[in-house]
């Protein structure tokens, strides 16, 4: 079983058209033509979109991707067109709006890896690769890779898996010469980040981009980076300081929200039909919190 818990109304707005309700992100297209990307205080863990939010979350989602658009400007166009509230919209959309660039989108999770836990680890410890792409010996969960990997993924619908792909996959599907653009970008920005990153000490493990094309003046195609980059949703974020290769990492994330759902507390058997429990106030704020720390941190500014 897997879904939301309760799924939420689109909202109603004069001169917007609701497209699709993502587990994170609303989508609606305005009557310029543009995508209004509104990211909610939505959770979702274990195939579950939760029936709590974290307030806040979709605030710091928001002003962390454009923080984050900011610093790569020059290695790659985004999706960003304004940040300026539609006529109409509620006023709780201010500073969770933006107005985008309605792409094209790959349909392919681009994920680079720096450093090896997760689907990788599993990957790794069966075969010794990740993605097909060959690992030296004695790697083991939060192991630095000898060098960052792309290490695509199908995209899934809401519940299922991504499913991890080999680079030659991904050629067949999107064609080999946008296969070797998405993967030099995916590389080059993991590279710029990473670098950011470690310098406000936390390390980026791992982190995932969408990228898509838009038209351009000369009647070509470029391609652009898209949806979210670079926040504690598409990225594990680690703290530098107790970094230590041989067991799971502390992290910036859903971690609380992981340990209660699977503790005793919860009541709640992942395997069963049943859909998860409200999560209690302690871990929202725990968890709101690891949300503002990785903003803060990361941007060097404080929230409000
Ligand atoms: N500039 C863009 N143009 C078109 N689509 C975009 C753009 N940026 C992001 N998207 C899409 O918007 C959606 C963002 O919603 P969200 O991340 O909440 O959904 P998801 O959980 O990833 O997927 P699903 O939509 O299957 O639930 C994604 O489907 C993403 O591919
Ligand atoms: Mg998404």
Redesign the pocket.
């Known amino acids: 079983m897997s879904g939301f818990v309760e799924k939420p109304e689109p909202v109603q707005v004069p001169g917007l058209t609701h497209l699709?309700t993502?587990?994170?992100?609303d989508?609606y297209r305005n009557e310029a033509g543009d995508?209004v990307?509104v990211a909610s205080d939505r959770m979702?863990a274990y195939d579950w979109v939760l029936p709590t939010e974290i307030p806040d979350k979709g605030r710091v989602l928001t002003r962390l991707s454009l923080w984050w658009f900011d610093q790569l400007a020059d290695l790659v166009p985004n999706?960003v067109l304004s940040t300026e509230l539609p006529a109409g919209a509620p006023d709780d959309w201010a500073g969770r709006t933006t107005i985008?660039?309605?792409?094209r989108?790959v349909p392919v999770e681009c994920v680079a890896r720096g450093y090896l836990t997760g689907s990788g680890l599993v990957e790794y410890n069966a075969s010794r690769t990740v993605c097909g792409l060959a690992l030296p010996e004695g790697l083991t969960d939060g192991s630095e890779l000898p060098a960052p990997i792309f290490t695509p993924a199908t995209?899934a619908?809401?519940g299922d898996h991504d499913e991890n792909v080999s680079y030659e996959e991904v050629a067949r599907q999107v064609g080999a010469e946008t296969a070797a653009q998405l993967r030099r970008t995916t590389l080059d920005v993991y590279g710029r980040a990473r670098d950011i990153a470690r310098e406000r000490g936390i390390i980026l493990a791992d982190t995932k981009f969408?990228f898509?094309f838009a038209p351009t003046a000369d009647g070509g195609e470029e391609l652009?980076i898209?949806?979210?980059v670079l926040t504690p949703d598409s990225s594990r974020f680690w703290p530098a300081a107790t970094w230590e290769p041989g067991h799971a990492q502390p992290s910036y994330d859903k971690q609380f929200v992981r340990d209660w759902l699977t503790s005793p507390a919860s009541g709640w058997d992942r395997r069963s039909e049943q859909p998860p429990p409200a999560l209690p106030q302690e871990i929202v704020d725990a968890t709101r919190a690891k949300y503002l720390e990785a903003y803060e941190l990361l941007t060097g500014t404080p929230w409000q």
């Open positions: 699709h993502g587990k994170v992100r989508l995508l990307m979702s999706h985008c660039r309605s792409l989108m995209k619908a809401v969408e898509g652009i898209g949806d979210e």
